[in-house]
């Protein structure tokens, strides 16, 4: 069985109250339990944490090193600034795949640039809730591919 870790950075844990022009009507809850039940359905185990903490995400990222085959990040506003988290994704040999819910491209300048686009395995931006479960589908298929 594969293991699959979901990271969410600053500020999304108020998802569906926050900027829903922006970010959408669904809760975080909402959109780990879309993740949790097509992992089930292929036999996955999926596990989530949100922290407004970088050394939380840190910490949980190096923590993933040899006990997780895949990382899902939205590192949110740490994207464009957060060298640590670059630094710890750098460091250990997991695959991460980049998510945002938002176009980062579209958005104000300052959000254009991802500091860990370079040290990820992808970057999906811009569908919703869409963008995690594409991740995942990702994961499926090349998890898939390893057995």
């Known amino acids: 069985m594969g293991k ?3 990271l969410n950075g600053p500020n999304l844990n108020l998802l569906g109250m926050r900027e829903p022009e922006i970010y959408g009507s669904l809760t975080l809850a909402d959109i780990n339990r879309r993740m949790r039940h097509r992992a089930s359905e292929v036999g996955l185990e999926i596990t989530f944490m949100q922290s407004n903490h970088e050394g939380v995400l840190v910490d949980a990222i190096q923590a993933a090193r040899g006990t997780t085959d895949y990382i899902i990040l939205n590192a949110a506003a740490f994207t464009h600034y957060s060298i640590a988290i670059r630094d710890a994704i750098a460091a250990v040999d997991v695959p991460v795949i980049e998510v945002h819910l938002s176009n980062i491209h579209k958005r104000e300048e300052f959000r ?3 500091v860990i686009a370079p040290v990820v395995l992808g970057q999906i931006a811009g569908f919703g809730a869409e963008s995690y479960l594409a ?13």
């Open 112 to 114: 254009h640039k991802s």
């Open 4 to 6: 699959i870790l979901v």
């Open 135 to 147: 991740a995942l589908e990702i994961i499926i298929l090349r998890m898939g591919d390893m057995r």
